[in-house]
């Protein structure tokens, strides 16, 4: 048997899970979105992960939604602030061990896009992204975008091109987070 899917509709059922902490617990970040994501391997659902550090994966996607942790820490486990009623923000909820002490954040339900025309805000760089730029995911955290030398690359993969860029000061206020400018990028993967 070989059944055809629609990867818009199918990605809806993708988990979000890694880089949770502990002694997180008050809406603290795990990724944004824009975030590079790649395919846990040592799962056999679609669970997906942020690039960090020297992970050398093949990129599956971008984040569509901000991932952050649940209010456990200072509010009963599973309540949302009011802002983040309505919001496109998924809420990973807290995991328990066997003594009922929470160690980290269960996997949430997340988008993952691929492909088209995007725009995004998390991005970096040190000088002006011009359109035509091939963008490559960056060795951090946020699993940011960049253009820069192949040492600040996870791997060689090209995952997006710069249909329309940013000035070298739009660059560096959006990177300082003062004022956020979005690039418009042709998702490769």
């Known amino acids: 048997m070989f059944i055809p899917r629609h990867p818009v509709v199918q990605n809806q059922f993708c988990q979000f899970y890694g880089q949770t902490t502990v002694s997180g617990g008050a809406g603290d970040v795990l990724a944004y979105a824009g975030s590079v994501c790649y395919l846990d391997d040592s799962q056999t659902d679609a669970t997906v992960k942020i690039f960090v550090a020297n992970e050398t994966k093949y990129a599956f996607g971008f984040l569509m939604q901000k991932v952050k942790t649940g209010y456990h820490s200072i509010h009963p486990a599973g309540f949302m602030m009011p802002g983040d009623l309505g919001s496109s923000d998924v809420i990973a909820q807290p995991s328990y061990n066997a003594n009922g002490q929470i160690n980290g954040s269960k996997p949430a339900p997340v988008g993952v896009a691929h492909l088209g025309v995007w725009d995004t805000i998390h991005y970096y760089d040190t000088s002006a992204i011009n359109a035509g730029a091939r963008l490559l995911v ?18 060689a993969t090209e995952v997006a091109v710069v249909l329309k860029g940013a000035s070298a000061a739009q660059v560096t206020a959006n990177v300082n987070n003062t004022t956020l400018y979005p690039i418009r990028i042709k998702l490769l993967v």
């Open 138 to 155: 960056r060795k951090n955290s946020m699993s940011e975008m960049t253009d820069l030398g192949a040492a600040t690359y996870t791997n």
